[in-house]
């Protein structure tokens, strides 16, 4: 059978560890990150041989909640639990429901002793340029896992079936190696490229690290009772928020400059609804800061201790009969996740 756990099933991200620490046979425990679209639910799909599920084909449209796939790894017939992540930037939730999404989950199977084996952090092969988008995922990424994860990292590279000039991409690859991922590699992380085939997905988990360390949020939040805002992962959230709130600002002082200027009554009406329009999107972003205060855990969990954090609720697999293998590799589209 393959399972599979929707955030919605479990209420919170600490239930799933509730539920995966009181399996009878420890499963090996992988984590998969990145940016929206970069094909994360694809690579899933392709290790537990499902077409399409959850595959979005809007690139702007991803994961947008935790998810759990568990599938038998049929080389040593070991059970395999991914669990599928929204990335940052996605334009359908603020960036601070992910951080407590994906923070929520670490801290709580950290406190409940489930043990992480691996995190994989895709990226995309053929994005020719860090964008401010793919390095604020990968800032973030860094600092929740901080370098005491690194050696249980796997920078996993996509897209390569959409690749016209494979000698460029792997000079690519090599320069973000030396460049961008450096400080990673030099930690002990790894690089590995998902070539859209089961077998290659499968290279990744038979090759990858096993026995990760506990990562530094976790650390963080459980074993030094920090609160969110407080960790590494949150100092970054916020700088990034306060950059983009300036950022905002200065966009709807050029827009309200625009309106005194305009010629028309017309244009001048376009511009006041763009400046209304940029103020609402402001307050939405400084709604965000606020819940980045020093009190967000205790608003978050209560005044509870952290070791009695994870609720005590019975939880229940959704069983979902795994199809017969298909003859065909799954459909090449990568994902919004």
């Not at 897209?159 to 460029?168: D, G, H, L, S, T």
């Not at 309106?259 to 763009?274: F, H, N, S, V």
Request: glycine share 6%; hydrophobic share 35%; aromatic share 4%.
């Amino acid at each position: 059978m393959l399972h599979i756990l929707s955030y919605e099933h479990f209420l919170c991200s600490t239930n799933l560890s509730l539920v995966m620490a009181s399996l009878p046979t420890r499963p090996r425990v992988v984590v998969v990150m990145g940016p929206t679209g970069v094909g994360k639910t694809t690579l899933i799909n392709h290790l537990a041989e499902r077409e399409n599920l959850g595959v979005s084909d809007d690139i702007q449209r991803g994961t947008t909640e935790l998810q759990l796939v568990a599938f038998t790894e049929p080389d040593y017939g070991q059970t395999v639990h991914l669990i599928d992540t929204p990335g940052f930037d996605d334009p359908t939730q603020p960036d601070i429901d992910i951080l407590e999404e994906i923070a929520n989950y670490l801290a709580g199977t950290y406190n409940t002793g489930v043990q992480l084996d691996t995190i994989l952090y895709l990226h995309k092969i053929n994005e020719f340029r860090m964008t401010q988008s793919l390095l604020k995922n990968l800032k973030l990424f860094v600092s929740l896992c901080g370098t005491q994860a690194m050696p249980g990292v796997v920078i996993v590279t996509t897209m390569w079936n959409e690749v016209v000039n494979k000698k460029a991409a792997e000079q690519r690859e090599e320069e973000l190696k030396n460049r961008v991922w450096y400080d990673m590699i030099a930690n002990g992380c790894s690089v590995k490229s998902f070539e859209m085939t089961r077998d290659s997905a499968l290279n990744i988990l038979r090759h990858g690290p096993r026995l990760l360390e506990g990562t530094l949020l976790s650390s963080e939040m459980v074993e030094e009772r920090k609160s969110l805002q407080s960790t590494a992962a949150g100092h970054e959230l916020a700088n990034d928020m306060k950059n983009i709130v300036e950022q905002q600002k200065a966009k709807i002082r050029r827009l309200q400059e625009r309106a005194k200027a305009a010629k028309t009554g017309e244009e001048k009406k376009i511009l006041e609804g763009e400046i209304e329009e940029g103020k609402r999107k402001l307050e939405k972003i400084k709604e965000g800061q606020a819940r980045l205060k020093p009190n967000f855990l205790e608003r978050l969990f209560g005044s509870k201790p952290v070791a009695n954090l994870v609720p005590q609720v019975e939880l229940k697999l959704k069983e979902v009969p795994i199809e017969a293998r298909p003859t065909s590799t799954p459909a090449a589209t990568q994902d919004g996740g």
